[in-house]
């Protein structure tokens, strides 16, 4: 049955030719048989062949087809062939014509040339009904004109819910457009936002390494020691420099901001602290743990592990209702920092992330996955079993290669 239905989708036109065939035999066999003249019944053949005709090419070219079924009609008044059962093809050209997405005015020239039909009928080819023929003769035109407007207006309804339809997919396919284009357009602020935050991190290396150098050159005669400490400061503040510059060059900066003349050091791991404490004052419970031995990080990790928690606690703060509390867990590992974030608020109502950052200029999970990419670590999200949501990162000490 299934095969069936799909070769009818497929071949809509076959399956008309076959209707029409099949029709044919049927119509041309009453022609034999009903009682008519002789004239009448050679005329019949031809009528009957062309009205099976606008079956089989009803979906090709609907608007003929109506033509060549009106012109059949006024040949059947002419030539005195009475109403026969080929005149259903009448009732088929009037649905395909109203159903189709041709002109209006066609719909309507088959919808008055349904409503005409019954009547020129009747006046044809009256009725003998006696003594109540009137009335019996417009109670029976209008019982044959129903089956011609019920056939208009339930093509004209499949037109309308066809171009309904086609209006929704449209309106899909322009917002999954317009959706992926605000998504491109999110990913490129964010990836430029960070590139300015990694630029002002190896700017102020640069100028800490730029310091020590002079103070390592004043006191190297009068403070050897000391001039080594400041070497070895230079030393580790350019390695560091050298990695954030290299994430640096694989970010495509899209626009330049207005230089301060300044350099500002970036948040860093130190600064959570604060950072949950300026939450908490703000009404949030927070409960906020260091595992591990502190140790100092690249000033990407760092700057990276502090955006997240600031937007995952800002986001529990806005959307994780009035009684949610959280919980940040820091946690050192040998070769990289471990970072959670859960709140036991409205995890449902954390779809939000998808849509807006924490402080008004990130984009949620787009900007956290961006920034978690960027220093080479990974990145888990997602509503808890229980209830609320969770944040997983994992920033590696070492930027992968």
């Given at each position: 049955?299934?095969?069936?239905?799909?070769?009818?989708?497929?071949?809509?036109?076959?399956?008309d030719?076959?209707?029409?065939?099949?029709?044919?035999g049927?119509?041309?066999?009453?022609?034999?048989?009903?009682?008519?003249?002789?004239?009448?019944?050679?005329?019949?053949?031809?009528?009957?062949?062309?009205?099976?005709?606008?079956?089989?090419?009803?979906?090709?070219?609907?608007?003929?087809?109506?033509?060549?079924?009106?012109?059949?009609?006024?040949?059947?008044?002419?030539f005195?062939?009475?109403?026969n059962p080929?005149?259903?093809?009448?009732?088929?050209?009037?649905?395909?014509?109203?159903?189709?997405?041709?002109?209006?005015?066609?719909?309507?020239?088959?919808?008055?040339?349904?409503?005409?039909?019954?009547?020129?009928?009747?006046?044809?080819?009256?009725?003998?009904?006696?003594?109540?023929?009137?009335?019996?003769?417009?109670?029976?035109?209008?019982?044959?004109?129903?089956?011609?407007?019920l056939?208009?207006?339930?093509?004209?309804?499949?037109?309308?819910?066809?171009?309904?339809?086609?209006?929704?997919?449209?309106?899909?396919?322009?917002?999954?457009?317009?959706?992926?284009?605000?998504?491109?357009?999110?990913v490129?602020?964010?990836?430029?936002?960070?590139?300015?935050?990694?630029?002002?991190?190896?700017?102020?290396?640069?100028?800490?390494?730029?310091?020590?150098?002079?103070?390592?050159a004043?006191?190297?005669?009068?403070?050897?020691?000391?001039?080594?400490?400041?070497?070895?400061?230079?030393?580790?503040?350019?390695?560091?420099?050298?990695?954030?510059?290299?994430?640096?060059?694989?970010v495509?900066?899209?626009?330049?901001?207005?230089?301060?003349?300044?350099?500002?050091?970036?948040?860093?791991?130190?600064?959570?602290?604060?950072?949950?404490?300026?939450?908490?004052?703000?009404?949030?419970?927070?409960?906020?743990?260091?595992?591990?031995?502190?140790?100092?990080?690249?000033?990407?990790v760092?700057?990276?592990?502090?955006?997240?928690?600031q937007?995952?606690?800002?986001?529990?703060?806005?959307?994780?209702?009035?009684?949610?509390?959280?919980?940040?867990?820091?946690?050192?590992?040998?070769?990289?920092?471990?970072?959670l974030?859960?709140?036991?608020?409205?995890?449902?109502?954390?779809?939000?992330?998808?849509?807006?950052?924490?402080?008004?200029?990130?984009?949620?999970?787009?900007?956290?996955?961006?920034?978690?990419?960027?220093?080479?670590?990974?990145?888990?999200?997602?509503?808890?079993p229980?209830?609320?949501?969770?944040?997983?990162?994992?920033?590696?000490?070492?930027p992968?290669?």
């Amino acid at each position: 049955m299934q095969r069936l239905y799909d070769f009818i989708r497929r071949h809509p036109t076959s399956v008309d030719s076959f209707w029409a065939v099949l029709l044919f035999g049927i119509f041309l066999l009453w022609a034999v048989q009903a009682a008519m003249g002789t004239e009448p019944r050679i005329a019949a053949v031809p009528i009957i062949t062309l009205l099976c005709l606008v079956v089989a090419l009803r979906r090709r070219a609907p608007d003929k087809m109506l033509l060549l079924a009106i012109l059949m009609g006024v040949a059947q008044l002419v030539f005195d062939v009475e109403v026969n059962p080929a005149d259903w093809a009448m009732l088929v050209i009037i649905y395909t014509v109203a159903a189709s997405d041709g002109p209006r005015w066609i719909s309507r020239v088959a919808l008055f040339g349904g409503l005409t039909a019954a009547p020129l009928a009747q006046l044809r080819w009256p009725a003998e009904q006696g003594t109540s023929s009137v009335l019996a003769s417009v109670f029976f035109t209008v019982v044959m004109a129903l089956p011609f407007a019920l056939a208009w207006v339930l093509g004209d309804s499949m037109r309308t819910r066809r171009a309904y339809f086609a209006e929704l997919e449209e309106r899909a396919a322009r917002l999954e457009k317009e959706r992926e284009a605000q998504s491109k357009v999110a990913v490129a602020a964010e990836r430029a936002r960070i590139a300015r935050e990694l630029h002002d991190v190896v700017a102020h290396n640069v100028s800490v390494m730029v310091v020590q150098a002079d103070g390592a050159a004043y006191v190297m005669d009068a403070s050897p020691a000391q001039a080594r400490q400041a070497l070895e400061t230079i030393s580790t503040t350019g390695r560091q420099a050298l990695a954030e510059m290299r994430r640096l060059l694989g970010v495509l900066r899209t626009g330049e901001h207005q230089e301060s003349g300044e350099y500002v050091p970036q948040p860093d791991v130190e600064q959570i602290e604060d950072l949950v404490e300026q939450v908490r004052t703000a009404g949030l419970t927070v409960d906020f743990k260091v595992e591990g031995t502190p140790r100092p990080l690249p000033s990407g990790v760092e700057l990276t592990a502090y955006r997240i928690v600031q937007e995952a606690l800002t986001n529990t703060r806005k959307h994780g209702g009035p009684e949610a509390g959280a919980s940040v867990r820091l946690v050192y590992f040998d070769d990289g920092l471990g970072l959670l974030v859960e709140d036991d608020g409205r995890g449902a109502a954390h779809e939000l992330y998808e849509d807006g950052g924490a402080d008004g200029r990130g984009h949620g999970l787009i900007g956290m996955r961006e920034r978690v990419g960027m220093v080479g670590g990974t990145l888990d999200a997602g509503p808890r079993p229980g209830g609320g949501f969770r944040i997983s990162a994992l920033l590696p000490l070492k930027p992968a290669h």
